[in-house]
């Protein structure tokens, strides 16, 4: 259960902290909050609907799984391919961070180097993999903790700037609660390592909501006390706002420590990525939507060994050569999409209207915050998706022929 906890945490209390909010508050304003409240409660619907979908189906693979038992192959390859691009974006997009803040003048190559580390790490075990985002969790919770302090116990600090003006659009709050979501989205990541939980019934369930709610704590007092110091608009030029609140707050020796909380966060939260984009492939690669060598699970370590290979090379290619813009953006799409087809899934548990309020509410929430994205990241996003879509087609009409062609055996029996 404790590690349960600490994987999610790691996936929520990473980089997005320490990135998203500058995004966000450019496109809500003084609505930050306001779109920090909105993507929790999609946040919520759809961790309350993954984990009764986990308590079910308590196999690695997540939505994959889910999509695919209560919808049909069709919805579950979507899922998974969604869940796969979007991540992998996602890991890029980590491991550049880890690459900025480390060494700026050589950030692809740190980048791919904490992508081969980490893959390293998963290679070993999952058990050793929730050991050091134990210890990741803990140092960035203890860093985000003293930037709060500081911001709310500083001169600087004003408690006007929390509130919401005239620079609050509906549009603007949508897109802040769209890219803030990205910051959010690995709180089922759990779910997808169903395999590797003991007792996931119970365990999976129990960790989502909790992990979730702790996460949710941590982001509003950061946002609070960042928001207070900067303003919203200071906070929506701000490349690094913790580092540029701590400064504005007085407290300049303080950045070098910001500057290492965001790298370990964004090490903490590439480990629990490829953690659960791995195990999605293997899923996949199970059902022969992935090549069916990817499945393999190795006989000592007890992981997919072939697709965290897989995923660290693809993810080390991508980081060595794509820039970090717009992989947010392009995250959140695939990412949104991959969680309305589990709450489409959940909707099918149960007939009782009570049970289907919450399943409801995040299936719009999240088709809502998708397309209130940027309209790059949306019109990318649904480039990729439509690809996923050809490439389940052409599996399909591949088969139908193979079957077709294979007629009962001749006079010869041959």
Not at 210 to 221: N, R
Not at 276 to 290: E, P, Q
Request: aromatic share 6%; glycine share 14%.
């Amino acid at each position: 259960m404790r590690d349960a906890v600490v994987v999610r945490l790691g996936s929520m209390v990473g980089a997005g902290v320490f990135a998203v909010l500058g995004p966000a508050a450019r496109a809500a304003g003084s609505g930050l909050l306001l779109g920090l409240a909105v993507a929790a409660v999609v946040a919520y619907c759809n961790a309350m609907s993954s984990a009764r979908l986990a308590a079910r189906y308590p196999a690695s693979g997540g939505t994959y799984v889910y999509g695919r038992e209560r919808l049909g192959p069709f919805w579950g390859h979507l899922a998974g391919w969604a869940f796969v691009v979007g991540k992998t974006a996602s890991c890029a997009a980590m491991a550049l961070t880890v690459g900025a803040y480390v060494w700026p003048g050589q950030a692809h190559a740190v980048a791919v180097a904490a992508v081969v580390t980490l893959t390293a790490v998963n290679y070993g075990g999952v058990q050793k993999s929730a050991l050091l985002t134990r210890v990741i969790v803990a140092v960035v919770l203890v860093v985000l903790a003293s930037v709060v302090v500081v911001c709310l116990g500083s001169g600087e600090s004003d408690a006007a700037r929390l509130d919401v003006g005239a620079s609050a659009g509906a549009g603007g709050v949508l897109q802040a609660a769209g890219l803030l979501f990205f910051a959010f989205a690995g709180y089922a990541r759990i779910a997808t390592l169903g395999e590797e939980v003991q007792d996931p019934a119970r365990t999976i369930p129990r960790a989502i909501p909790l992990a979730l709610g702790i996460a949710l704590v941590v982001y509003v007092a950061v946002a609070v006390g960042v928001l207070s110091v900067l303003g919203a608009d200071v906070l929506g030029r701000s490349t690094a706002p913790l580092v540029d609140a701590v400064r504005a707050a007085g407290a300049a020796g303080l950045v070098p420590v910001v500057r290492v909380g965001a790298a370990v966060a964004a090490l903490g939260s590439l480990l629990a990525l490829v953690l659960g984009v791995s195990r999605t492939t293997l899923a996949m690669a199970r059902d022969r939507h992935l090549p069916g060598a990817l499945a393999a699970v190795h006989p000592r370590f007890l992981v997919p060994h072939r697709a965290e290979l897989a995923v660290g090379a693809v993810v080390a290619v991508v980081a060595a050569t794509v820039d970090v813009r717009g992989a947010v953006g392009f995250s959140s799409f695939g990412v949104l999409v991959y969680y309305a087809i589990t709450n489409a899934s959940a909707w099918t548990l149960s007939s009782a209207p009570a049970s289907r309020v919450l399943p409801a509410l995040g299936l719009l929430g999240c088709v809502t915050l998708a397309f209130a994205l940027p309209e790059v990241s949306v019109g990318v996003g649904a480039g990729v998706r439509a690809v996923g879509v050809v490439s389940y087609g052409g599996r399909r009409w591949v088969g139908s022929r193979s079957s077709g062609q294979s007629g009962p055996p001749g006079p010869s029996g041959s």
